[in-house]
């Protein structure tokens, strides 16, 4: 169980910085077209479109695994306000889990096939499209893994297998 424990710890903190990373560089890419502009810099970065489009792409897939790992993706606040932090909650948490689970692996399976097919090279920077949206199915699996594991936690609560987690 520990090393299950060491490997979603290495995913997190590896997913997290990767984020963290992209946001960083995403942000100096678009304060540098800014200023080459506001300046009227006699050269442009022709490069400048490709490289935002993968660094979002990125930012925004690893940090969506980094919330799911959080529990922070999907929350249904409103029925824990209707209904307490109670076991009839709970089985709206395994509803809930359910059908992201079911998202997440439809998403897994339908990227996988957007990135084999994504043959397009990128005009300046001459790589295949494929490395833009690569982040895809890998976020997507990784979600639903920590949507499965949300759904097993809830079950067990809902079913006293678990005590009820204060919130």
Same mark, same amino acid.
């Given at each position: 169980?520990?090393?299950?424990?060491?490997?979603?710890?290495?995913?997190?903190?590896?997913?997290?910085?990767?984020?963290?990373?992209?946001?960083?560089?995403?942000?100096?890419?678009?304060?540098?077209?800014?200023?080459?502009?506001?300046?009227?810099?006699?050269?442009?970065?022709?490069?400048?479109?490709?490289?935002?489009?993968?660094?979002?792409?990125?930012?925004?897939?690893?940090?969506?695994?980094?919330?799911?790992?959080?529990?922070?993706?999907?929350?249904?606040?409103? +029925?824990?306000?209707? *209904?307490?932090?109670?076991?009839?909650?709970?089985? !709206?948490? @395994? #509803? %809930?889990?359910?059908? &992201?689970?079911?998202?997440?692996?439809?998403l897994t399976f339908y990227s996988?096939?957007?990135?084999?097919?994504?043959?397009?090279?990128?005009?300046?920077?001459?790589?295949?499209?494929?490395?833009?949206?690569?982040?895809?199915?890998?976020?997507?699996? +990784?979600?639903?893994? *920590?949507?499965l594991r949300d759904m097993w936690?809830? !079950?067990? @609560? #809902? %079913?006293?297998?678990? &005590?009820?987690?204060?919130?």
């Amino acid at each position: 169980m520990k090393l299950f424990q060491r490997i979603d710890c290495f995913v997190y903190r590896f997913f997290l910085y990767i984020g963290i990373t992209c946001f960083l560089a995403l942000f100096v890419v678009l304060a540098c077209n800014v200023a080459i502009r506001e300046l009227k810099l006699p050269f442009r970065m022709s490069w400048y479109s490709e490289v935002v489009e993968i660094l979002f792409a990125y930012m925004v897939m690893f940090t969506a695994v980094v919330l799911a790992h959080e529990k922070q993706h999907f929350k249904v606040d409103l +029925l824990l306000i209707k *209904y307490g932090n109670n076991k009839k909650f709970y089985i !709206l948490e @395994v #509803f %809930t889990n359910a059908v &992201a689970l079911v998202f997440f692996i439809c998403l897994t399976f339908y990227s996988i096939d957007l990135v084999k097919c994504a043959c397009q090279t990128m005009s300046v920077l001459r790589i295949t499209k494929r490395w833009a949206y690569l982040c895809v199915p890998i976020s997507a699996f +990784l979600m639903s893994v *920590y949507a499965l594991r949300d759904m097993w936690e809830s !079950l067990s @609560v #809902f %079913t006293g297998k678990k &005590a009820i987690i204060k919130k």
